[in-house]
């Protein structure tokens, strides 16, 4: 993706467009799932902090869900761990659970660092702060010739969310920066993937926006074409005909869920695009493909209705 | 359809009924802009053109996203299909599926007694602007007349 050098015209229109999507979503809460090229590049990790802090200031109520799935390969390795997997997810044993924790928890505290550089008041949680997330273990059904389901240690799904930690931080106008960790009926801990995480915070929080951040520059066509627009129906269409596969088969399902369950629109944006979350909310395009609704998108019912009386 | 058009849009919109940059800050001032000037235009009624779009407007928001709207009318004694195309200066509130304000708004009106022309303009226009290039290119319009060429070249795929 090429940069073209902006002019001073361009910036001023910007900027000056940019108050009525400002007034569309003051007051609105957006997740954030925060990962990817965006984590790790110095340039995009700082375009993002100042993002995140205007978006703050202009009166959106941001909060960030991280991952770090690259980061516990590292130190897993490092440690020579060598890991498990089952249906993509790792086998999570209590020693690798708590590099899982280490790592996240080391994340974590860089981004709320990060973020509070750039002008945020940023805290970090883990879902187990106030037993606000809720986990419960996953258990994958037996494949092949097993007749006994796998055990995949300590890896959960989120059961539920106690949202008032968060509306507590927010009505006090800080950024919630979250670890995707939860915390089970005995008190275990278990690592829930972040885009999961990210979807189930924001139907709890019946959410504006569920904006994830990726390395693509959204969901892509057969044919490698962005596609930059879709409803809920579309995106239960591809999953029947195989347009997704692989790493977006999570985003797209926690995205899925989160349309269905009140969140108004779910972003899926490049996140090595810089000021890419800025571009994606305060201007009238994205950086990445928009999925509404089904109950949002009824404009083509509208219209036959209409005609045909 | 006429064969000298590729679409049932540049069939009715004319460089005349394209307004760029014009200054209104509620969809209710755009359509009371929009009706005078179609009034001017055309001789219709810009009364019954403002009552029209808002009955539609109320069954539910004509803004379908990506800054995109096509408010719609069908007319009482409409001679002809009129289109018409409005980039207002500041970002409009339409209620629109992803929250966005709307930057780009084209009107339908249609006459009382051929609905399918209503549904397939509608169905042509958000194809149309669903193709990002397309919604870039207008954007770089300066002037009515490209805006005209603009609708004027595109083929459905």
């Known amino acids: 993706m090429s940069l073209l050098p902006v002019s001073h015209e361009q910036k001023t229109r910007v900027l000056s467009e940019a108050l009525p999507y400002i007034q569309s979503f003051h007051g609105k809460t957006f997740v954030i799932k925060y990962g990817g090229n965006a984590m790790t590049e110095p340039a995009l990790k700082a375009s993002f902090a100042r993002d995140v802090a205007l978006l703050r200031l202009v009166g959106i ?4 869900v991280h991952g770090g799935g690259p980061q516990i390969n590292e130190l ?39 973020l509070n550089q750039h002008g945020c008041r940023a805290v970090g949680l883990s879902g187990q702060d106030g037993h606000f997330i809720h986990a419960k273990k996953i258990h994958l059904k037996a494949d092949g010739d097993s007749h006994s389901a796998i055990d995949l240690g300590f890896v959960g799904d989120v059961d539920h969310i106690d949202s008032e930690l968060i509306h507590l931080l927010n009505s006090k106008n800080f950024v919630p920066v979250v670890m995707p960790i939860g915390v089970g009926s005995e008190g275990e801990a278990y690592n829930i993937n972040a885009d999961l995480v990210a979807g189930k915070l924001a139907e709890a929080l019946q959410g504006e926006k569920l904006i994830l951040m990726t390395n693509t520059p959204g969901v892509l066509d057969k044919n490698g074409k962005l596609i930059t627009f879709a409803t809920a129906s579309n995106v239960e269409t591809w999953f029947a005909d195989g347009t997704i596969h692989g790493g977006m088969m999570p985003k797209l ?35 990445g493909t928009t999925i509404l609704s089904d109950l949002h998108s009824h404009f083509h019912e509208d219209t036959k209705r209409y005609f045909s009386v | 359809m006429s064969e000298t058009h590729m679409n ?80 207002p200066v500041t970002p409009l509130p339409f209620d629109a599926p992803d929250g966005k304000p709307v930057t780009d708004i084209l009107f339908l009106l249609a006459p009382m007694h051929i609905a399918e022309l209503g549904v397939e303009f509608l169905a042509e226009a958000a194809r149309c602007f669903s193709d990002i290039n397309f919604r870039n290119w207008l954007r770089a319009c300066k002037d009515p007349e490209s805006v005209y060429q603009l609708f004027s070249a595109w083929k459905p795929a």
């Open chain 1, 61 to 64: 109520r941001p909060i960030i």
């Open chain 1, 76 to 114: 897993l390795k490092k440690m020579d761990v060598v890991s498990e997997f089952r249906n993509g997810m790792r086998v999570t044993d209590e020693q690798t659970m708590n590099a899982v924790e280490m790592v996240l928890g080391e994340l974590n505290q860089e981004i709320v660092g990060l």
């Open chain 1, 253 to 287: 399902e926690s995205a899925l869920r989160a349309v269905k369950n009140g969140v108004k629109s779910v972003h899926i944006i490049d996140g090595r695009v810089p000021n890419g979350l800025l571009l994606e909310v305060l201007t009238n395009e994205g950086v």
């Open chain 2, 8 to 87: 049932t849009i540049s069939e009715f919109l004319a460089p005349q009924d394209i307004w760029l940059n014009v200054q209104v800050a509620s969809i209710k001032r755009l359509f009371e802009e929009v009706g005078n000037r179609l009034h001017e235009n055309h001789g219709i009624s810009a009364r019954i053109v403002v009552e029209n779009l808002w009955s539609r407007e109320l069954l539910g928001s004509t803004a379908i996203g990506q800054g995109v709207a096509l408010p719609h009318a069908r007319i009482q004694d409409l001679e002809y299909p009129i289109a018409a195309f409005v980039r």
